[in-house]
């Protein structure tokens, strides 16, 4: 696979990555461990290099199933985690970037991940009760400890990116990021490419909807956390059906599917945006890496960005809540 550099760091990484979350955590299906394990050393015998994990994830279990399956390949593989939460009783008890919880928790994933340093640390979610400038500071740090190579933030603003850079560069930002969230290429792209960091994107299969595999009947399980999501009610789902048949009527052109369709698009709007794609299913991980082969010309990119400007996306990504409280 193809690699691609985040910003002016020099951290090299494939072209695609994997986000490790739904392994285990948030969408109503779990693997076992051993599943979990195999598909991620999948995913690194396919070329991908570059593995995404958070401590709140599981919470905890999700680093330790990471840390297990990419023990054998430490050399060779890039493994980012977050910091960011308190986590009470293995339940989300509010966002904390005190410089005491940053230790903790950096203490607490070397330990689940099996590893000497962290490559990338984020912080998961903006702290707004402690100044960006001591997050920064604290893994300023941490990283002349030894304990943590890059410096990452997740779901930043413009503001809180030029802030932390000023005191630590920032190697990555991971935000939310596909062709049904969009809000980023406004503000915050310009910033990223002034000051050279790359761009994580997080769910850029909108959370499976641009898989093409749900509509308004998809019965959504209770404990996928979707099912709370304003863009995952019946309506909205039938209301942003437009988009789907956007991708599928372009798959049907580059003999592709939508999902590699939008992985594709991600890839081509910037050189510098490393697209973070989960499953549980091995045959969706070599549909989702096929991306990386499929070629969007200038022409298609044109016409897709066009079309686009007629798709409105219906619904909220998160609620009001979960807007400020979720690191999903």
Request: glycine share 8%; aromatic share 6%; net charge neutral.
């Amino acid at each position: 696979m193809n690699k691609r550099i985040l910003g002016k760091s020099g951290l090299e990484v494939s072209a695609l990555g994997f986000g490790c979350m739904g392994l285990n955590f948030s969408y109503g299906h779990s693997l076992d461990k051993q599943d979990a394990i195999a598909i991620i050393r999948s995913a690194v015998e396919k070329g991908v290099t570059f593995f995404d994990t958070a401590e709140m994830y599981g919470p905890f279990t999700n680093e330790e199933i990471v840390g297990e399956a990419l023990a054998p390949f430490r050399k060779n593989v890039v493994i980012a985690t977050k910091f960011g939460f308190n986590i009470v009783d293995n339940k989300m008890a509010g966002v904390n970037s005190s410089p005491e919880q940053i230790r903790k928790a950096v203490e607490g994933s070397l330990k689940r991940l099996n590893v000497d340093v962290i490559d990338l640390l984020y912080q998961h979610r903006v702290d707004p009760k402690v100044p960006i400038e001591d997050v920064a500071g604290t893994v300023k740090d941490l990283i002349a400890e030894g304990k943590v190579i890059h410096f990452g933030l997740s779901e930043a603003g413009v503001k809180t990116i030029r802030k932390a850079h000023a005191v630590q560069p920032i190697t990555a930002v991971q935000n939310e990021y596909s062709m049904w969230t969009r809000k980023h290429e406004v503000e915050v792209f310009p910033a990223l490419e002034e000051l050279g960091i790359g761009l994580v994107a997080y769910s850029p299969l909108g959370k499976g909807f641009l898989t093409g595999k749900l509509n308004q009947d998809t019965k959504i399980a209770e404990n996928d956390f979707r099912r709370q999501l304003p863009r995952f009610q019946p309506e909205a789902l039938k209301a942003n059906q437009a988009l789907v048949e956007l991708l599928t009527k372009i798959a049907g052109e580059k003999d592709a599917t939508p999902a590699q369709i939008a992985l594709a698009w991600a890839l081509a709007q910037k050189p510098w945006i490393v697209p973070i794609p989960g499953t549980t299913k091995l045959h969706r991980l070599e549909e989702n890496l096929g991306a990386a082969d499929v070629n969007l010309t200038i022409t298609d990119l044109a016409n897709i960005a066009e079309a686009l400007k007629n798709v409105n996306v219906e619904g909220e990504r998160y609620t009001e809540a979960l807007e400020k409280t979720t690191g999903l």
